[in-house]
């Protein structure tokens, strides 16, 4: 039958118990109740059974046949405004709540076309049927909205996997010969007089090649992420490290980096080499966005479940337009730059089953804050 075929309500099921549902929708639980029929018409019978007794005693001063001829007619018209008082209940209001059931029903069912015949109607009961019609287009809406965005993803998932692969080919190509170049560049730079003008050239193609080699590694990272090694160890010792790491290169730049610690941290189960890695993105995006001497402060403190990281530095900020694309793969503002630092780290983080959010002023300053549960949930377990 096809789903969109007007039901048909037998007058039968006005007085049929609720299983008039149509064979392939799936029954709607529903507590057993008192027939509405009944419901209605025992009032109204015990009305008009009193007004017909009522009725009999005043008669009772009438002749015998004349009685009997009045309290027939009366019997009949009590009969009758019974049995017009059912019907326009049941057209009023039994066939629209049938015909709901079944929209409803179908609408469970994934049929977003369906919608109510007496939404026309100029009652309450016609207010039931527009809103009821009114919630499956937004429903249908949506459900179109969430399909068009998958599909989307889908198709942005296919075409990031085929770059990716091409990337990853391409970057092992590239290496083998780039190391081959970095150690020729190593043996003709050990062999030039100390006072020779090249030294400075040589210096800069070896940087240079550690670049490319740099841009390579994180590119490999990116295209083929590695399954977090989870152990419960003190991400203390973990920002530490890294913190330690970034000050060589703040050095130069005569940029101190603070490590604060409020409160006691509890073990949290990370993989402390990748934690590593994207907090050493998240400091060396610091130290670079910092044209003149400063601070960037590391603060460690737990909030509830979780385990806060925050990096916040004094460097240029990030214009609210560059915002939204900072986490996207290959997004730079830098000559040098690989625009995977950050979409590594959200990667990264989101596999530990934990958030990465950023707040930045431009002028001032920009604020990268880890979010990490202390305890990981199951499925938080599978690597991104
Ligand atoms: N702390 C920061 N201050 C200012 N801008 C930042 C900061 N961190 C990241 N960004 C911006 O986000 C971009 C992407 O960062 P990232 O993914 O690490 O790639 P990369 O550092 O190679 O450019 C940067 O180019 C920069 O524009
Ligand atoms: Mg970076």
Not at 196 to 212: C, F, G, M, T
Not at 280 to 305: C, F, W, Y
């Amino acid at each position: 039958m096809s789903l969109s075929t007007p039901i048909q309500i037998s007058e039968n099921a006005l007085f049929d118990k609720e299983t008039d549902l149509l064979p392939e929708q799936a029954p709607v639980a529903r507590k057993r109740h008192i027939n509405w029929v009944l419901k209605a018409v025992l009032p109204i019978a015990a009305v008009l059974l009193n007004g017909l007794l009522l009725f009999v005693l005043v008669s009772l001063s009438l002749a015998e046949g004349e009685r009997h001829t009045v309290i027939a007619i009366a019997t009949a018209g009590a009969f009758l405004i019974c049995v017009a008082v059912i019907m326009v209940l049941a057209v009023s209001f039994r066939r629209p709540m049938l015909e709901l059931q079944d929209k409803i029903a179908r609408v469970r069912l994934g049929d977003m076309d369906a919608s109510v015949s007496f939404a026309n109607r100029n009652d309450e009961v016609g207010d039931l049927g527009r809103d009821f019609n009114d919630m499956v287009a937004q429903l249908k809406s949506s459900r179109e909205e969430i399909q068009r965005l998958h599909q989307t993803q889908m198709s942005r998932a296919e075409h990031f996997a085929t770059l990716g692969e091409l990337a990853t080919g391409l970057a092992h190509e590239i290496r083998n010969p780039l190391a081959g170049i970095a150690g020729v560049i190593e043996i003709v730079g050990r062999d030039l007089p100390p006072n020779s003008p090249a030294r400075s050239v040589i210096k800069d193609a070896k940087e240079e090649a550690l670049q490319i080699n740099r841009i390579l590694t994180e590119l490999l990272d990116t295209a083929r992420p590695k399954a977090p090694q989870f152990r419960v160890s003190d991400v203390c010792a973990t920002a530490e490290h890294a913190v330690m790491f970034a000050r060589q290169q703040a050095i130069t730049k005569r940029i101190m980096i603070e490590l604060d610690v409020t409160g006691s941290i509890p073990p949290v189960d990370h993989d402390p080499n990748q934690i590593n890695q994207v907090l050493l993105n998240l400091l060396l995006n610091a130290i670079q966005s910092m044209d003149k001497p400063g601070t960037i402060r590391v603060l460690l403190e737990t909030d509830e479940d979780d385990v806060l990281i925050t990096v916040a530095d004094e460097g240029k900020g990030i214009p609210p337009e560059h915002l939204p694309n900072i986490f996207r793969p290959f997004f730079t503002t830098k000559g040098h730059g690989t625009g995977l630092g950050l979409s590594l780290a959200r990667r990264t983080v989101e596999s530990h089953g934990g958030h990465i959010d950023v707040t930045s002023e431009v002028g001032k300053g920009s604020r990268f804050q880890i979010r990490l549960p202390i305890a990981r949930e199951k499925q938080a377990a599978v690597s991104g």
